[in-house]
């Protein structure tokens, strides 16, 4: 029986398993593969674009036939435990288990966007000596940093530990320290000319509020990832981004709204309340999730891959997982590049396209209106990925969003003298970011990587992703400054269009199965190498990964 190189390449050579190399390959990476991925119209997996020249493998059928037969097992599920207190979740604890796991992201978005409307009352109480110092750049990118390292050291965690209880210490802390934000206190705090104290304060208490946003994306979000895989087919791609991309938009948007209203309250005299509550509010959601994540079980997919996780030397994951991991990293760190530093300066930029004397409700209130696109297109663009593939969304969502950066930008001098058109055509241009990238880099780094390694497959990409929001965020105002509003424009259209051809031509299979195939995958290249598997006994894990031997090439 013939089988298609590409899916032979993960055992004859693994180290470059990903990369395009005969004409083959690049057909089947061009035309077969993001075929494969669109579910639109089609009834069964089974139906999923094998041409009827048989290019790709029969085995392929016969692994998407046994994968239909065990969705059609897991709807009919109760959740209970597998004896060694692992869940096995049922059809409807699986739709909580996302929620509970992902929608911690909530805190991300409301922390960075409340930045955003706190930074204008910062500089409209602090004047030059926040505008003009290093405060307006540390205050909104040391969080970013203080991510990374809260991804890097929970991704551990989770992986070698527990991921509940790496949720449970990072939601913690995002209630103390968003508290801590909230009364931050120093060496003119009421000396309107010098206030550094309180901006060294709040930069210190942001970078460990940065470390508990982090355990989000390596502990949360894969797990959510794992729980969405045991969904019906067409819906599991949805349910991951309804409740990590969209739980962020609706941080963004709570975090525009939320000022707006203490402002109509405390009025523009009273600006040290509104940003000290708008910080404030943000340790309600965290509270109420800690108690939802004390129920949390892990599952026993997650449990016997742990055995795996601490047994296999590294250069095995490294020799694996290295290409896949560097083209998802950049593309997340050029997304996080332009997407943060534009939420992080909404206000700001709509600040400068407003008269000089304008009010400060009505900066408040167009930076929620230009929130609220954020909306749309982390919902809708949600269906179009379980509907054409993860992929097939992210690469036209770039493109049309290039277009539409390239069209603001050169119609910029115009659109200043029209703040309406001016935020329905930024809000445009950031809604078909979350459509595109916003959505699915998240997606694709949870179903990249095998089971024992997922947290940190993911841990590191979205630290990369990080890096490229503290980046962004630092320079953006340098960027303004030097060479005009337009030029954010120009930088992250290009970096869309440059983002499409990577997405295109090197991501792996996205498909609905394919977090069930990378675990199959990957204990065949290990009992490839000589690794001994049998301890993981997951030949009778129904809920979990594939039998090795079902997709055997013969």
């Known amino acids: 029986m013939t089988v298609h190189p590409v899916n032979q390449k993960h055992v004859e050579i693994p180290l470059w398993r990903d990369i395009p190399i005969s004409a083959k390959d690049w057909h089947y990476v061009m035309v077969e593969r993001p075929r494969k991925e669109i579910t639109l119209g089609r009834e069964k997996a089974t139906d999923f674009g094998t041409p009827s020249n048989h290019s790709a493998s029969e085995v392929e059928d016969e692994r998407v036939a046994h994968l239909d037969k065990m ?37 991300d978005g409301y922390v960075n966007n409340t930045m955003s409307t706190v930074s204008t009352c910062l500089a409209t109480l602090y004047g030059d000596s926040y505008t003009k110092s290093r405060a307006i750049q540390n205050l909104s990118s040391i969080v970013f940093a203080g991510t990374v390292v809260g991804q890097l050291s929970f991704g551990v965690l989770s992986d070698q530990y527990s991921r509940k209880k790496s949720m449970l210490i990072g939601t913690g802390g995002l209630i103390l320290f968003t508290i801590l934000c909230s009364g931050a206190w120093g060496h003119g705090t009421h000396n309107k000319g010098k206030a550094g104290g309180l901006f060294a304060a709040l930069t210190a208490y942001r970078f460990f509020l940065g470390i508990a946003i982090g355990s989000e994306y390596s502990s949360g979000s894969p797990a959510a990832a794992e729980a969405a895989n045991c969904l019906p087919k067409r819906k599991r791609n949805r349910w991951f981004i309804w409740f990590t991309n969209l739980a962020i938009d609706s941080g963004f948007i709570v975090g525009a709204f939320v000022p707006l209203v203490l402002l109509w309250i405390c009025g523009e005299r009273h600006l040290t309340p509104v940003w ?7 340790a309600i959601p965290p509270v109420s999730l800690f108690f939802l994540r004390l129920k949390y079980r892990e599952t026993s997919q997650f449990e016997k891959g742990k055995k795996l996780n601490k047994s296999v030397p590294l250069l095995h994951f490294i020799k694996f997982y290295w290409f896949r991991l560097g083209i998802v990293s950049v593309i997340w760190f050029l997304y996080d590049f332009s997407a943060y530093a534009f939420g992080t300066y909404s206000s700001i930029i709509i600040g400068e396209i407003l008269p000089k004397d304008a009010k400060l409700y009505r900066n408040f209130g167009w930076n929620v209106v230009f929130n609220l696109f954020y909306f ?39 659109l200043r003298k029209h703040i309406g058109g001016f935020v329905v055509v930024y809000g445009i241009f950031m809604t078909l970011g979350e459509f595109a990238a916003g959505n699915n880099v998240g997606l694709i780094a949870s179903k990249t990587g095998s089971t024992p390694i997922r947290e940190s497959v993911y841990g590191i990409a979205a630290m990369i992703g990080k890096v490229g929001a503290f980046v962004g965020s630092y320079i953006f105002p340098v960027i303004i400054r030097r060479h005009g509003l337009p030029a954010p424009y120009w930088v992250s259209s290009s970096l869309c269009l440059f983002s499409a051809l990577l997405s295109y031509l090197f991501l792996p299979e996205l498909d609905q199965d394919s977090m069930n195939l990378e675990d199959a995958k990957f204990l065949e290249y290990l009992e490839s190498v000589g690794f001994d598997t049998s301890m993981l006994d997951l030949k009778r894990d129904v809920q979990g990964t594939t039998k090795v031997e079902e997709i055997k090439p013969e």
């Open 276 to 282: 000290r509550i708008s910080i404030g509010l943000g």
């Open 71 to 107: 969705d059609d097992e897991l709807s009919t599920l109760d959740t209970h435990n597998d004896g060694d207190g692992a869940a096995k979740y049922g059809k409807w604890e699986s739709y909580w288990a996302v929620i509970t796991t992902g929608a911690g992201l909530f805190s």
């Open 376 to 414: 749309p297109g982390s919902f809708i663009g949600a269906y179009f990925t379980d509907w054409f593939g993860p992929r097939n969304t992210m690469v036209v969502g770039l493109v049309l969003q290039s277009a539409i950066g390239y069209g603001l930008a050169g119609g910029l001098h115009h």
